[in-house]
């Protein structure tokens, strides 16, 4: 016997290979509760207007009830034939309920509500994102409040640039991972608009009340037109952007750890919980945490590619292509739930070495433009200051010595506006002290920010 609910215009069952290849219920069973939550809505709105009973609606409450009592207890056999988790969650209310089962669908499509369900869903899944990037970020506000003070080698082109305070280079994360919770919460206003009501494409002949709908969902608003509620996913797109933003954030911070890590720098070390050994070294300890992150943030990226991918060029209204936004939406969310919190624990299990650092500072030249400073400070024109300590700065490196380690005499050779107050400036933690002001690297600014987020993330 074939299932179909729409079986009735076609002179054969559909082929067992079709079935299969159409069938989304291997995973869009996951959208089961939101299904039902939708359903529940939706069947108030037609009772209020007329076009249910209220004996009709409250057996397809009971009915519901029990649904998600069976899915709770992984009771429910959810049927391939029945191709999504819209039509299973049907029947198995119609075997329930009868008649009011086979009424919930009316002035509604699969189209409407599969937009909606998928709103609902990642609604939600939004929400626990926003938690798990703040709880990331307080690892590394608790990290760098301890390691205000810590002198570490700032880079450019991967080259000991300035000294930077750890504190300070923890907090550049954070406020990468805070941009990143705004793009969350920005894009949840237009995740949160309800397509039910669009039915098909074009609208529906019953009196429905949408406003009503959607307030019983929570929907901040309803999506103005039948066709574009019914087909676009950008919705979905620019949260996989989001997403693919964040991590690729987080993959940078992980580049860093990695290399941080390696014997060569010993900046940091990770906790062992986070890291394997392996199977034929075995003086290894390799970062396989961060590693993953790296590697995991290449898939997300790639499902922002496939859902952009999937929706260009697609005409209105509906297509079943659309049906193809679903895995990657939710691999991207699980993909970014599992790093989000395997981050924050791996952050507050990370150790740092400040000798290492400060040995890594005073090897680059790393006060040079310090020494700069100080003789444009002393009258010097700029242009004039940075060739005098190139030329300083040669001379160290010819004889193998830090620009601390020059003698007076030697410096005052460069410049007679050298005194015995540069060693002050040479010194690492002069160099961090000198740079206090708003978005400086001093520690004394360093403990400001960490007390502005802390107040942020309190708040919040
Ligand atoms: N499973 C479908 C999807 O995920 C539901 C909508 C199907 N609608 C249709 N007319 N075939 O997109």
Same mark, same amino acid.
């Given at each position: 016997m074939d299932e179909k609910v729409w079986s009735g215009r076609f002179h054969e069952p559909v082929s067992e290979l079709v079935k299969q290849y159409t069938a989304s219920i291997t995973f869009d069973q996951r959208l089961a509760q939101c299904d039902i939550q939708g359903s529940l809505a939706h069947a108030q709105m037609l009772q209020q207007a007329g076009v249910l009973s209220v004996e009709d609606l409250s057996a397809i409450k009971a009915g519901m009830q029990e649904i998600l009592q069976e899915i709770a207890a992984g009771k429910v056999e959810w049927s391939v034939d029945l191709e999504d988790v819209h039509m299973n969650v049907e029947r198995l209310l119609t075997q329930k309920v009868g008649d009011a089962g086979k009424r919930l669908h009316t002035g509604r499509s699969r189209n409407d509500q599969v937009a909606t369900d998928i709103r609902l869903w990642l609604r939600e899944e939004i929400d626990r994102v926003v938690v798990l990037i703040r709880d990331l970020q307080s690892a590394l506000v608790d990290l760098a409040d301890k390691n205000a003070e810590v002198v570490m080698p700032g880079f450019t082109h991967m080259q000991v640039a300035q000294p930077v305070s750890f504190g300070h280079h923890m907090l550049a994360y954070v406020e990468m991972l805070g941009r990143d919770g705004? &793009?969350?919460?920005? =894009? @949840?206003?237009?995740?949160?608009?309800? $397509?039910?009501?669009?039915?098909? +494409?074009?609208?529906?002949?019953?009196?429905?009340?949408?406003?009503?709908?959607?307030?019983?969902?929570?929907?901040?608003?309803? =999506?103005?037109?039948? +066709?574009?509620?019914?087909?676009?996913?950008?919705?979905?797109?620019?949260?996989?952007?989001?997403?693919?933003?964040?991590?690729?954030?987080?993959?940078?911070?992980?580049?860093?750890?990695?290399?941080?890590?390696?014997?060569?720098?010993?900046?940091?070390?990770?906790?062992?919980?986070?890291?394997?050994?392996?199977?034929?070294? $075995?003086?290894?300890?390799?970062?396989? *945490?961060?590693? #993953?992150?790296?590697?995991?943030?290449?898939?997300?990226?790639?499902? +922002?590619?496939?859902?952009?991918?999937?929706?260009?060029?697609?005409?209105?209204?509906?297509?079943? !292509?659309?049906?193809?936004?679903?895995? $990657? #939406?939710?691999?991207?969310?699980?993909?970014? *739930? !599992?790093?989000? @919190?395997?981050?924050?624990?791996?952050? &507050?299990?990370?150790?740092? /070495?400040?000798?290492?650092?400060?040995?890594? *500072?005073?090897?680059?030249?790393?006060?040079?433009?310090? #020494?700069?400073?100080?003789?444009?400070? /002393?009258?010097?024109?700029?242009?004039?200051?940075?060739?005098?300590?190139? @030329?300083?700065? &040669?001379?160290?490196?010819?004889?193998?010595?830090? #620009?601390?380690?020059?003698?007076? !005499?030697? +410096?005052?050779s460069f410049s007679s506006l050298i005194d015995e107050d540069v060693y002050q400036v040479l010194s690492p933690e002069g160099s961090l002290n000198a740079r206090n002001h708003v978005g400086g690297t001093a520690p004394a600014q360093v403990r400001a920010q960490v007390a502005r987020w802390r107040e942020y993330l309190q708040s919040v």
């Open positions: 705004e &793009r969350m919460l920005d =894009c @949840r206003h237009r995740v949160n608009r309800m $397509p039910l009501g669009a039915a098909a +494409l074009a609208g529906t002949t019953f009196p429905i009340k949408r406003e009503m709908t959607a307030q019983l969902l929570g929907f901040e608003a309803i =999506c103005q037109n039948s +066709l574009d509620a019914v087909s676009d996913r950008d919705f979905a797109i620019e949260f996989t952007a989001a997403a693919s933003i964040l991590m690729m954030h987080l993959s940078r911070l992980s580049e860093e750890l990695i290399y941080w890590m390696s014997p060569r720098f010993g900046f940091i070390d990770i906790a062992d919980r986070f890291c394997t050994g392996s199977s034929i070294m $075995p003086q290894k300890k390799n970062p396989d *945490v961060p590693e #993953l992150v790296r590697g995991k943030s290449a898939r997300v990226v790639g499902h +922002l590619m496939g859902l952009i991918t999937l929706m260009k060029s697609q005409p209105l209204a509906y297509n079943k !292509d659309n049906q193809e936004d679903k895995e $990657p #939406l939710f691999d991207t969310v699980d993909t970014l *739930v !599992d790093t989000l @919190r395997i981050y924050a624990d791996m952050m &507050r299990g990370v150790s740092v /070495k400040p000798e290492n650092m400060r040995a890594a *500072v005073l090897e680059g030249f790393a006060t040079a433009t310090d #020494l700069a400073d100080y003789l444009v400070k /002393k009258g010097l024109p700029f242009r004039d200051s940075h060739e005098v300590v190139a @030329r300083a700065v &040669r001379l160290a490196e010819e004889q193998q010595q830090e #620009l601390s380690e020059l003698s007076l !005499d030697v +410096l005052q």
